[in-house]
T-cell receptor, first 114, second 111 residues
Framework: AQSVSQHNHHVILSEAASLELGCNYSYGGTVNLFWYVQYPGQHLQLLLKYFSGDPLVKGIKGFEAEFIKSKFSFNLRKPSVQWSDTAEYFCAVNAGGATNKLIFGTGTLLAVQP | EAGVAQSPRYKIIEKRQSVAFWCNPISGHATLYWYQQILGQGPKLLIQFQNNGVVDDSQLPKDRFSAERLKGVDSTLKIQPAKLEDSAVYLC?????????FGQGTRLTVV
């Protein structure tokens, strides 16, 4: 069965610090990978996605993620965070195929201090 | 493009009462998901529809939860009877293929 693990549950950074959030998944086949973000009081929004091709994908607001197939990882990065990046971040995996099942990790709460 | 619509936004009920949530997905999206998000946890998939057929309901507590998708469009999720541990945000999402679009959710509090 698919599963997703996020290693950091709560991260606190100062503005301009660099960010890396870990995500590992367990599934042996081809996967589609996502990072979603939930700003306070708002609904889940797609940050970026990986389907195939270049393993380094760029998303909105300066975020990027790298898919490392050998490590079953899809870590999220941003070189310099802003106070407005304060939010909860969720990694998600879709094994595609007939079921199109989308499974989420437990989330990482990021607090950026001005 | 209109987003995923959910109602109500908030609901407070007593335990053992019943409650229903409604979701209107983005037009043309074949896949519809219902998730339960308990505070401090990630969304947990309850049920997934492809058009009006159930693809996965392995984590739906079928003794108290039920869901249907009418004519492959709108969907309702019902809880009867509710328990305290059902307090959570219930999220509806729709997808044309792999990327899912989420509604605002319904925050349920069971007292």
């Amino acid at each position: 069965a698919q599963s997703v693990s996020q290693h950091n549950h709560h991260v606190i950074l100062s503005e301009a610090a660099s960010l890396e959030l870990g995500c590992n998944y367990s599934y042996g086949g081809t996967v589609n990978l996502f990072w979603y973000v939930q700003y306070p009081g708002q609904h889940l929004q797609l940050l970026l996605k990986y389907f195939s091709g270049d393993p380094l994908v760029k998303g909105i607001k300066g975020f990027e993620a790298e898919f490392i197939k050998s490590k079953f990882s899809f870590n999220l990065r941003k070189p310099s965070v802003q106070w407005s990046d304060t939010a909860e971040y969720f990694c998600a995996v879709n094994a595609g195929g007939a079921t199109n099942k989308l499974i989420f990790g437990t989330g990482t709460l990021l607090a950026v201090q001005p | 493009e209109a987003g995923v619509a959910q109602s109500p936004r908030y609901k407070i009920i007593e335990k053992r009462q019943s409650v229903a949530f409604w979701c209107n997905p983005i037009s043309g999206h074949a896949t519809l998901y219902w998730y339960q998000q308990i505070l401090g946890q990630g969304p947990k998939l309850l049920i997934q529809f492809q058009n009006n057929g159930v693809v996965d309901d392995s984590q739906l507590p079928k003794d108290r939860f039920s869901a249907e998708r009418l004519k492959g469009v709108d969907s309702t999720l019902k809880i009867q009877p509710a328990k305290l541990e059902d307090s959570a945000v219930y999220l509806c999402a729709s997808s044309p293929f792999t990327e899912a679009f989420f509604g605002q959710g319904t925050r349920l509090t069971v007292v």
